[in-house]
């Protein structure tokens, strides 16, 4: 937790900072950190102390120190958010107070407060916020008082074992481990030691005892605590410095061995303890080899013995890997290989050491070492392991199925540095027409998963050739099922070596040119090809646009020496031929299976994205052709065809779309496709959309009924969002009535009776609100849009209306600015309307202007909405807003009181909620404009119960109670207008 850089000074306290900072959020835990903020403030202005942050985490600790030790608060729920909003609060207060403020004895008493609060049961929902608090105040702490590092120690602990919640245990693991680094005092150390190991030791001795009894139940537990303190343990391993301490738990962890669960943990922390005794030892073996004169005779003699412990399993993965590390640190980090040098004569010993280990016992990890030092020797490895690479193919035939996978993986080291070139002077692929034998063809599955950096060439000369041979040899041997089966597959694996051929090859520029001539005519007549070849292209495509889009200079030579100024050869290679590819690829689309035209269409976008513009214009506009409008099925599934042809390489043709769009994508909407409305909205967004058809397709939408599932329904008013833009951009003067459907559309769904689609039309609406704002015109003409709906309309829409223009006053409250008439407009409907929900409506936007409006701002409007609240004709019959009317507060109070003890549901009435919504109007109107501004404004008649609502305090616990009743009133009814739909996304404080 790191100290905040923000400087608190004046006027600017923490609880401004935290309003200013979540004023728009509606999550409840903001809400409580606001809750508990206002709450030390008042603790802190009530001891007439200065508002700092110092004071706020004086008052939080003893407020926190009130709620853990205190039991008179009865409702435990209570307790709970409470609870939790201080401990956010405080975690918030320590990141402001300054350095070095908190003095070291208030730390320790604040430790020990924050102890007792991680011991309340209902505080675990926010206990990783106390634990992170604990851990800050414990390094203010003296580390050198093991009495008072001990608590918190012991709780990171308990935490860290005991809890359930992975995260709750994570945090505390780190806690630990943070805190231990911190000690500088070898006492408190050993004592944070000690204190580990014995909690350790106890945990081992309840899972023994808990193996003798009979409770399975309580057996689990202990097992499953005894497991948490073992990964406890095992990140605690490398803090553990005295010998005596390792031996201590390596003879628990013998213990844990003949218990009942699971060794599993046992030897990670068994192989951390190893690690960190042989650490030391290892790096100094390196380091020895490096300064001395590695090439020394007695050197390979060294090596001689550690490549003999390969043959012995049980030292054959240590050996394995000081042999890999060696590689990379020791032989080959430095010198380059000579013919005649010693590294030379070094690599031959080790060579032949292998080999030896090779003819005795080959296993996994002897052949890890040699798949190593393929990878480090590289094109050298054909020198020096032509033997051994010989000796492991002769394993390939007598290995077992588990070993081959091994044997495998040490083969394709060899061929990825090789090449497929050199592996072919020792084994060639061959095919004896006469006797139909084949030779070598176990390298094709090789050949496939390892071949990389490659040659182009090779595969049109060797494995083109071997596959036309294994194809004619299928003509000829019609009569024997089983041999043509064989040669059928065999000519398919060869083809689907493409892609492997395809990764990086180094002669792209000069091979290209033939391999499209060969490509084609398979593309289209040879289906069983067309998934190698597509991903082929794909590959080369991508991994060279990769390359030549690459930083100048920022990899100078890239992958094995294929360069920037390669990449981009190769580009305009591909890109002559991209044509002819698209034409192939475009023309078999229509007629391939569903799961084929998967991967056609990303091989088809590549190529459209290297191919000239005209080009792709010319393709797609030819298979626009394809859709036949007098054969009504195949209309129909052409139509879908384009449209995932159109989705693949739309981007680059450049046309206007709007044929495109309502011939095809309006046929798709009217079958009600789910990916039609998401498919439009791409093509709206990626197109100037100016077209004299744009009339036609909002006219389609509009005669389309909404879809039924939520994921359609969004995208349809995403759509709807882009052709209302439109419909401005395109209207000047004059009535813009596409405008004025599509606002109808968001109104109306605001107050739809579902709450998803309400969210959706939310959230359009926040959007374009946000996107008109920097178009202050189009903004103005949309607000005087929505204002139309104000008077008029049926008082769902008025209402609904209302509320959108809540919605962007809570996005930008200078639409009173840009509309001064819009306040007056909306306070006029109190008068005029006498429907419940236009007038609950205009009491919400009346609480988000407040909450929204500067004070100076909100000045300027006070007298216009305390007049507007003062009398409603429509509600002059409820006798609680005529009592608050002649300021007789104190019987409203004894109202609610009565009410709320008779079991009354008052928060339901629309008595209440307006009551409720006035009062809250209210109260912040008072909050941000100041008594004094408010009372003079309010008529004589008032002023009594103004005065008595603001400055006289419970006299009485009956008062107390029915103030208390009216506030959870007041409350209840925020949470009943939000499940009605009506969301305010202000803070709302306390």
Known sequence: ???????????????????????????????????????????????????????????????LYDSSYSHTLSNSTFNADAMSGMSSFLTFVLTMVPEKSISMSKAAEAVEIVVKCLEVEFVSLRVLRFMECLRVLLEICDLGDWDIVKLSFQTFIKYAVDNKNEKVRKCAEHCVLKVFKCFQNSIIKESATKLVLDTFRNYILAVEKADG??????????????????????????????????????????????????????????????????SESELTFVKTVKISDKWKSDYSILIQSITGLLI???????????????????????VELNAESEQSNLVRCLCDSLLEVLRTYPNEHSLSVISALFLHLGLDSFIYMDRIFMKTVGFMSDASTCDVKHFEQCIGSAVMVMGPDKIHTLYPLSFDANEQTCSNTWLLPIYKEY?????????????????????????????????????????????????????????????????????????????????SIAIALQCLVKQNMSLSLSFPGSSGVIDMGIEKENAERNIKVMAS??????????????????????????????????????????????SLERVKPDVSDQKNA????????????????????????????????????????????????????????????????????????????????????????????????????????????????LKDDKEDRREVAHDILLDTSSIMQSKPETYYKFITMMMGYLFGFSPCITSGAILALSIMLSNDSKICELKPDLVPE?????????????????????????????????????????????????????????????????????????????????????????????????????????????????????????????????SSPEEGKANEALRALITSMFVSSQEEGFCCRQQLGT
């Open 1 to 63: 937790m790191e100290q905040s850089t923000t400087s608190l000074t004046g006027e600017s306290d923490i609880l401004e900072h935290i309003a200013d900072r979540y004023k728009k959020s509606r999550s409840p835990h903001h809400r409580q950190l606001y809750a508990a903020a206002a709450y030390t403030q008042c603790m802190i202005k009530s001891k007439s102390l200065p508002v700092t942050p110092l004071n706020y985490f004086v008052n939080i600790i003893d407020a």
């Open 213 to 278: 009894s009979k409770d399975d139940e309580g057996s689990k537990c202990e097992h499953l605590k005894a497991l948490h303190m073992l990964d406890l343990l095992k990140r605690f391993i490398p803090f553990l410095t005295k010998p005596e301490d390792m031996q201590e738990v390596i003879l628990e962890l013998q213990k844990c061995m003949t218990a009942k669960f699971s060794t599993l943990y046992v030897l990670d922390v068994m192989e951390e303890i190893l690690a960190l005794i042989e």
């Open 312 to 334: 012995c399993e049980a030292t054959a993965a240590r050996a394995s890997n000081i042999l890999k590390e060696m590689f990379s640190r020791v032989l080959f980090s430095e």
């Open 451 to 531: 071949v990389i950096y490659s040659h182009v060439r090779f595969f049109i000369r060797t494995i083109v050739p071997l596959s036309e041979s294994f194809r004619k040899a299928c003509k000829r041997g019609k009569k024997m099922a089983v041999k043509r089966k064989q040669m059928q597959s065999l000519s398919r694996t060869c083809w689907e070596l493409l892609p492997s051929f395809c990764r990086y090859p180094h002669d792209l520029e000069e091979s290209f040119g033939s391999l499209a001539e060969i490509l084609i005519p398979n593309i289209k007549e040879n289906a069983s090809m067309l998934e």
């Open 577 to 622: 031929w991209s044509e002819a590819l698209l034409k192939a690829f475009t023309n078999v689309f229509f007629q391939v299976s569903p799961e084929k035209r998967s991967f056609l269409k990303e091989t088809i976008g590549c190529l459209a994205n290297i191919a000239e513009f005209p080009t792709s214009k010319a393709i797609f506009i030819s």
């Open 638 to 749: 052409n139509i879908g065809l384009i449209h995932e042809l159109a989705s693949a390489i739309v981007a680059d043709v450049g046309m206007d779309p709007i044929d495109f769009i309502y011939c095809c994508i309006g046929d798709c909407l009217k079958e009600d496709d789910e990916e039609a409305y998401a498919n439009l909205y791409i093509l709206l967004e990626s197109f100037e959309f100016m077209s004299s058809r744009f009339e036609q397709l909002v006219d389609l939408l509009r005669d389309l009924k909404s879809p039924v599932d939520i994921i359609s329904f969004r995208w349809r008013f995403l759509c709807l969002k882009t052709l209302l833009f439109h419909s401005f951009e395109r209207t000047c003067d004059g009535e813009n009535k596409y405008g004025v459907w599509v606002l109808n559309e968001i109104i109306v769904t």
């Open 826 to 954: 909306i306070l006029e409907l109190l008068d005029r309307e006498e429907d419940i929900q236009v007038a609950e409506a205009v009491l919400w936007f009346l609480k988000m202007l407040v909450l929204s409006l500067e004070v100076a701002e909100l000045k300027m409007v006070l007298c216009d909405i305390l007049n507007g609240l003062q009398s409603w004709s429509f509600v002059s019959d409820l006798p609680e807003i005529l009592l608050l009317e002649r300021g007789d507060f104190r019987n409203v109070f004894e109202i609610c009181t009565t009410s709320l003890e008779e079991g009354k549901e008052t928060s339901r009435s629309p008595q209440h909620d307006f009551k409720a919504n006035v009062n809250e109007i209210f109260e912040n109107i008072v909050q941000k404009c100041g008594s004094a501004s408010v009372e003079s404004l309010v008529p004589e008649k008032y002023r009594l119960g103004f005065r008595i609502c603001l400055e006289s305090a419970p």
